[in-house]
């Protein structure tokens, strides 16, 4: 406890003791403050470094997901346009052969058959030809004798 002095001799000391505690009350609040700015700017530094770090990836993250995300559809589109013109060329293809093989075989039909016909036809020309000459070289022979 302080307390008033009471001579001089005790006032001097008094004032050193005063002194002294005024001293520490100022180094005590200038450490206080010195503490509590590093506290701040160390939090301030923490909390920016966090908060730019975690931007950063997740626009990281975010860029990875877009260009994923493109490459995989652009492989699903070129295996799609790829497997479509594929599959078009083989039903193109297959159509062509079934039409030139139906083709063919209408065309062989058509000539086997007309093959037949102008057969027949020629071998009953020659069948009535020879029958007619027949017949005539018979009444002919009849009318001689």
Known sequence: M???PSSPAETSGY?????????DVVVISVVVISVVVISVVVISVVVISVVVISVVVINLVA???VVISVVVISVVVI?????SVVVINVVVISVVVISLVVISVVV????????????VVV????VISVVVISVVVMISVVVMV
């Open 2 to 4: 302080i307390t008033s």
């Open 79 to 83: 295996s799609v346009v790829v497997i």
């Open 15 to 23: 004032d050193r003791r005063l002194s002294g505690r005024i001293v």
């Open 123 to 126: 071998i009953s020309v020659v």
């Open 63 to 65: 860029i990875s997901v």
């Open 108 to 119: 062989i039909g058509v000539v086997v058959i007309s093959l037949v016909v102008i057969s």
